[in-house]
């Protein structure tokens, strides 16, 4: 009867040190994973910030050539600004905050696009060495910003597909772990621009 009490006994502590063991496993997957889209998100920011700090020296190249474009230049400032003033800590990185961050920097692609093809009106501008420089430091800074939005989209699928697997699921509930929001795809990036000859 004893032996009976004392098997069952060493039988429930070892289902508790187990079921400790694997909530501690998984914690701690969840707690890299989550690691990893902190990381890749900083990477986005970084990028977008490097963006924004070439926008200055574009937008005063293309001054010394264009007097009459103030409209276009100004609208790239205060896009430049608006993305700028949005800033998101991973923590508090949610579907409402990603789609503000992801409007606004929208806004200023949009400017700069409207920027650059001023700028073909001015072949003085075109041929100048710091305008193509910058300009290709802007190209190359988009290529950036596009790997490392999928840098990040990819480490959110690991993390949010982890945290609704069983019986990762639980635990990741138990521990606060809140699925990250993924990218959306720009207004009108659906349908097919219309070309025409």
């Not at 990028?47 to 264009?66: C, E």
């Not at 579907?95 to 961050?101: G, R």
């Not at 992801?102 to 700028?119: H, I, P, R």
């Not at 959306?184 to 659906?190: D, N, P, T, Y």
Request: hydrophobic share 40%.
């Amino acid at each position: 009867m004893i032996r009976k009490t004392l098997i069952r006994i060493a039988l429930c502590l070892g289902v508790i040190l187990m079921s400790g063991s694997l909530t501690s496993c998984n914690y701690n997957s969840l707690v890299e994973k989550q690691q990893s889209v902190d990381e890749a998100w900083a990477q986005v920011e970084n990028q977008y910030q490097r963006r924004a700090d070439l926008i200055p020296n574009l937008v005063n190249t293309v001054k010394g050539y264009s007097t009459h474009e103030s409209e276009t230049l100004e609208k790239v400032t205060l896009a430049r600004a608006k993305a700028t003033s949005i800033t998101i800590d991973a923590d508090n990185l949610n579907e409402e905050t990603l789609a503000k961050y992801q409007q606004a920097q929208g806004e200023l692609s949009q400017a700069l696009k409207s920027l650059l093809a001023v700028t073909e009106a001015y072949p003085d501008l075109k041929a100048n060495e710091n305008f193509l420089s910058l300009q290709a430091q802007l190209e190359g800074t988009e290529n950036r910003i596009s790997t490392e939005r999928k840098r990040y989209t990819e480490a959110v699928k690991v993390y949010n597909t982890a945290i609704k697997k069983f019986p990762t699921v639980i635990y990741a509930g138990w521990f606060g772990f809140e699925a990250k929001p993924q990218f959306k795809a720009e207004e009108g990036a659906r349908k097919a621009p219309e070309v025409k000859f």
